[in-house]
């Protein structure tokens, strides 16, 4: 087992985000997350992320203690992410955003930043050879040099996802990754995240609100609802559980003879 979730609990003030959550996610798996607006869908990342701590509960990865580490060492342990809302740096090339991913694992001392040594020369050009890779596997090479404002969000959600990768993690963390993308786009993602898990051997955890995309390429399904994980299983036992479709379509009524 790659990440384990035992008794998560998350309380905003009197609010419980997420409450009493156990989750297991297997190594080589497209695991999704489900649930409407509010379940607690994203903050099971964010604590994952360390961008929140839980009221209580466990969180391991790799057999090791999540919790016990600072934000910025997520990475180093093997776990990055995208977001829902694209961070990227608007006013950088494409290149150069994928480039900011590799910033936490590069060796070079400020120092030898500041004096351009061959040792800092040699890891500049490790570290675009590989940038260039991912380009070249989202099919974006020819828009290595151009400003990401400049670019459609479809393409720029694609950025987003490069970056998250390219520091080469075992977990990665996707929020909503189609999210406004159209049809075309939203194929091409669906490729590409089952590639990644294929043939880079990289775990998939995703939130993701079009069923579409879940149904197709989930191995796992959890879904979730007022924080509470009320289903989970394979995407047939999903589609036919009862509190599911509850949870979707209101409460579910039988039929009354006349």
């Known amino acids: ?27 080589g798996m497209i695991f999704a997350i489900i649930g409407p607006n509010g379940a607690g869908k994203t903050t099971i990342l964010n604590c994952i992320s360390r961008f929140y701590t839980p009221c209580s509960g466990q969180i ?23 977001f829902q809302n694209v961070e990227l740096f ?30 800092n020369k040699q ?23 151009e400003e990401v404002r400049n670019l459609p969000f479809g393409i720029q959600k694609m950025i987003d996802i490069g970056r998250a990768i390219i520091s080469k993690p075992k977990l990665l963390l996707l929020d909503e990754p189609v999210a406004g993308m159209n049809i075309e786009e939203t194929k091409k993602n669906a490729e590409l995240i089952t590639r990644l898990r294929d043939e880079f051997g990289i775990t998939i955890l995703m939130i993701e609100h079009d069923m579409s995309l879940v149904m197709n390429i989930s191995d796992r399904i959890a879904v979730m ?21 509850e949870a979707y379509l209101g409460e579910v009524q039988e039929d009354v003879g006349t």
């Open 1 to 27: 087992m790659l990440l384990e979730l035992k008794k998560v609990t998350v309380s905003f003030g009197g609010l419980t985000a997420v409450n009493n959550l156990d989750l297991q996610v297997d190594e």
């Open 60 to 82: 391991s990865f790799k057999g090791e203690n999540l919790l016990t580490k600072k934000t910025h060492k997520v990475l180093a342990s093997g776990i990055s992410r995208s």
């Open 90 to 119: 608007s006013k950088m090339t494409v290149l150069d955003n994928l480039l900011v991913g590799l910033h936490p694992s590069l060796k070079s001392s400020l120092l030898s930043n500041a004096f351009k040594t061959k040792k």
């Open 123 to 145: 890891e500049e050009e490790a570290a675009k050879e590989i940038a260039f890779e991912i380009l070249e596997l989202f099919d974006l090479k020819h828009h290595a040099n």
């Open 225 to 245: 609802d007022f924080g509470k994980k009320i289903a989970e299983g394979t995407v047939t036992e999903v589609q036919n559980n009862p509190k599911v479709i």
